[in-house]
């Protein structure tokens, strides 16, 4: 994955927790550091989000050999009261490019 040439600094759009959900959606067998790096966090804070992502339903993982496999749920819900009709899976496939639903 490809860092943008100026690093945005403040707010944007999306969350840490939607930026690690897409870079496992890119890459389903990724290393948690490499996760971070794309993302721009610490490990640590790539782990406390998957497991938030995990206990959510909106992922699970599956140890093969030395690494985690994860298994996307397209069909989790948006938290917010704003978004709750649509799926995260209309987001995976609208920034991966590639239907998961």
């Known amino acids: 994955m490809s860092q943008t040439a100026h690093p ?3 707010w944007t759009f999306l969350t840490n927790h939607a930026h690690v959900l897409l870079a496992i ?3 389903p067998t990724a290393r948690l550091r490499d ?19 995990e ?3 909106y992922l699970q993982h599956e140890r093969v050999g030395r690494r985690n496999q994860y298994t996307l749920n397209p069909a989790g819900r948006f938290r917010h009261p704003a978004e709750a009709d649509h799926s995260i ?3 995976l ?3 991966t490019g590639t239907s998961v639903t």
């Open 89 to 91: 899976g209309e987001l």
């Open 93 to 95: 496939d609208l920034f």
């Open 35 to 53: 996760v971070a790096e794309h993302v721009g966090i610490t490990e640590r804070a790539a782990q406390a989000i998957v497991a938030d992502l």
């Open 8 to 10: 945005v600094k403040g």
């Open 25 to 27: 959606a890119r890459d």
């Open 55 to 57: 206990a959510a339903g």
